[in-house]
């Protein structure tokens, strides 16, 4: 038996909901950027999921289909070696001129698949339709996609005409070529339940197999839902179809999830409002069982085993991925990898974990319903002039090579084996998990190294780093004085921290006029000194800079190529501090950003600025300056984010969108529900400082537009982050 494989694929939905449609090929550009290929081939992607979908390429009329991106596309393909498994619906309902509910889909389908297997009659492999059973459920009894359904009969029409377009479309396919497969993606995850909704989990968890078992034409009378879709209007003759001609895949492709796994539970108070659904006969909460307080909920190992069990089929994983930090992204992928290895080695037939979202994914925080630019970035991330490949990308390399990987932020279990994943109290659950769970094999942590112990952003360094699962220290000037020569030695000696953080400096501007020899040695000299001591050591490390190195004079947000000409002396050691840190470790990342603002320290403007508007007192601010401020835990976790990819050189991280210093006053007032008119403009001139400041010193980003989040969705954040720990 060959080695377990890692495949790849792109988030490449289009789905419809009411008459918009929801494009990720659109949003991600892949189709404008055939180097995508190459980038994939670099980190050992030899089979790759790829998308010819029926929406894209014949979207006005059947007998107009524009080849031109697949012919390109595929003759890269075949130049680099990887094999395709191409789908041409993915959870979609096709291009306007069929649907889900048209009794002529399938026909209409195969035609297209005819029409692509005569134009490519080398390509071996096929996902006709992704997710059947899934796509049903959304469109036919959720209502989240077209057709907006949310009934049985709706359901299981769009369920049988799915699978019967996927074995019409796999026997025009054939006839060209008849070696081709059927490579048959659903997700099939466990539903768990209260004893009292014991009989509804029962039921969905037999449920979610009839996509697959009506393809291997198991659903005949004796099958466990037959009455129960006879009930609900569907023929016989609908169903014998799939008994008279069978299409059996020959490798069943498993779409695994954090959230797949589901628990249902009575007691609707203890849920939130949008979880609450139901059936015929009672209502329930429907959340995800990662969430609730009863053990052993979660495991990719026994999902895996149970679809092994039912078929004994050869399997594939074919997507693996989580919308989450990226140590927890690593995490996940290699949980995953790891139970189909064990799987594998205990005899069953599994042949690869898919590496999905490649390219990253948008908007499936709604369930792609709504446009809100909500971006996961993946093995690479777009948010950038090119795809910037991520830690994730190296992980997938190192499996795909034959070899253990070893990066720290794999070290310690994702959050969903740490005690903050449980949202909902300890329940009774039913039916328990079945035993073999595969537990991650965890190492003794090494750590992070955090200097600035007493400082705001130190601090925040290392709540995020506790609740990101990655160890840490965090060092005073005590224990680690960073412009001390011998202090840096004997503290990277003592601690062999995997990378360094520098959260220490010198940060009260005015009183940097009056005391330059202190603000340029905490500013410039240390961080250099720490540079040269992390590059002897081959460490990787973060310093932080200022938007204070720029005069004002631009009127557009400064961009790291930018020119910079500060005006005071702490400007001045941050500039010098770029400038030598670089010099000293070209590795480094040395992180420009502006403002600070959190729900973590009483003194940042913000905080100060509400506490006041709190008692009716009247705030003065600047109304001819303007920056950008940044949120401390989207800093934190983008610098973590960069550091763990082994980012390096000069990046700008500020949330996005400029404002004055007063407009920024009067929106969070308004937000808060303070009287906004209590907070004066002035001039700063006004204001009483000594050290000179630019009048407009917004960060703008040519490395990584989007890497940090716009600026009214974190103030909305920090907003609601105060008033729980209020």
């Known amino acids: 038996m060959t080695s377990l494989e890692v495949w790849g694929g792109v988030e490449c939905t289009v789905n419809r909901v009411g008459d918009r449609y929801f494009d990720q090929l659109e949003r991600s550009g892949h189709t404008k950027r055939l ?57 979609g309902s096709g291009p306007r001129y069929t649907s889900l509910i048209d009794s002529q889909f399938a026909e209409k389908l195969a035609v297209f698949a005819r029409a692509f297997a005569d134009r490519y009659p080398w390509v071996d492999a096929y996902t ?19 057709p907006n359904a949310r009934d049985r009969t709706t359901f299981l029409q769009i369920l049988l005409n799915e699978c019967r377009a996927i074995t019409t479309a796999m026997r025009e396919v054939r006839r060209v070529n008849p070696h081709a497969k059927l490579v048959q993606t659903e997700d099939v995850g466990h539903i768990y339940s209260t004893p009292k909704l014991a009989y509804q989990a029962r039921f969905e968890n037999c449920r979610r197999w009839l996509g697959l078992d009506l393809l291997a034409g198991m659903v005949d009378s004796e099958h466990e839902l037959y009455r129960w879709i006879r009930k609900a209007g569907i023929r016989d003759e609908q169903l014998d179809h799939f008994l008279e001609a069978p299409c059996a895949p020959d490798i069943l492709g498993i779409n695994h999830y954090i959230t797949s796994n589901r628990f249902l539970d009575e007691r609707l108070e ?117 795809p910037r490949p991520t830690a994730l990308s190296g992980l997938i390399r190192t499996l795909g090579e034959g070899r253990q990987p ?67 220290r965090l060092v005073d000037r005590g224990t680690l004085d960073i412009a001390d020569a011998e202090s840096v030695d004997s503290a990277l000696k003592l601690f ?25 040695r905490d500013n410039a000299l240390g961080p250099t000194l720490l540079a040269g001591a992390c590059a002897s050591e081959g460490l990787p490390l973060v310093t932080f800079s200022s938007d204070l190195v720029f005069d004002g004079k631009a009127r557009s947000p400064y961009c790291e190529s930018d020119g910079i000409a500060p005006l005071g002396v702490y400007g001045c050691s941050k500039a010098q501090a770029e400038k030598d840190v670089l010099a000293a470790h070209p590795g480094a990342l040395v992180v420009r950003t502006s403002a600070f603002f959190g729900p973590w320290d009483e003194y940042n403007f913000l905080t100060a600025t509400l506490r006041q508007l709190a008692k009716q007192s009247i705030v003065r601010a600047a109304s001819d300056m303007t920056v950008s401020p940044t949120y401390v835990p989207d800093l934190v976790n983008a610098s973590l984010d960069l ?64 890497l940090m989040p716009q600026l009214e969705a974190a103030l909305e954040r920090y907003n609601a982050e105060c008033l729980v720990a209020v």
């Open 643 to 706: 550091v763990i990819d082994g980012a390096s050189g000069l990046w700008h991280l500020a949330n996005q969108g400029a404002t004055t210093w007063a407009d920024f006053a009067r929106y969070a007032a308004s937000m808060r529900g303070y009287n906004a008119e209590l907070v004066l403009p002035v001039p700063a001139s006004s204001l009483g400082f000594t050290a000179p400041r630019p009048e407009y010193s917004a960060l703008g980003t040519e490395r990584g537009s989007g």
């Open 270 to 386: 203890r849920y939130p409002v949008c979880s609450h659904g139901g059936n015929e006969k009672e209502r329930y909460a429907d959340v995800e069982a990662v969430r609730v307080g009863a053990a052993s909920l979660v495991s990719p190992y026994a999902v895996l085993r149970e679809v092994w069990e039912r078929y004994k089929r050869p399997l594939a994983v074919t997507e693996a991925h989580i919308g989450c930090t990226r140590d927890e992204q690593m995490r996940w992928f290699l949980e995953i990898w790891n139970s189909a290895s064990t799987l594998r080695s205990e005899g069953a037939d599994i042949r690869a974990v898919t590496a999905w979202s490649l390219l990253g994914a948008f908007d499936w925080d709604s369930l792609v319903t709504d446009d809100r630019g909500h971006y996961e970035p993946g093995a690479f991330d777009l948010r950038g002039p090119v």
């Open 496 to 520: 062999k921290p995997w990378a360094v953080i520098n959260a220490a400096g010198y940060c009260r501007v005015d009183d940097a006029e009056r005391d330059r020899e202190a603000c340029v």
């Open 406 to 472: 070893d990066h720290p932020a794999l070290d310690s279990p994702g959050w969903w084996h740490r005690a903050e994943r449980v949202l909902y109290s300890a329940v009774d659950c039913v039916p328990e998990e079945s035993s073999g769970v595969c537990t991650p094999r965890i190492r003794r942590a090494r750590e992070l190294l955090i200097t600035g112990a007493r400082g705001t952003l130190g601090r925040a360094f290392a709540r995020l780093c506790e609740q990101r699962g990655l160890a840490y």
């Open 128 to 146: 006709p339709v992704n997710e059947p059973l899934t796509t049903a459920r959304f469109s036919g009894l959720y209502g989240l996609w077209y």
């Open 35 to 91: 180097h995508d290929l190459d980038r994939f081939a670099e980190i050992g992607i030899k089979t790759l999921r790829f998308p010819a979908l029926w929406e894209r390429l014949a979207p006005q009329r059947p007998d107009a289909i524009d080849w031109s991106w697949t012919d390109i596309a595929l003759r890269r393909l075949r130049t680099l070696g990887i094999r395709p498994i191409v789908g041409f619906v993915h959870h």
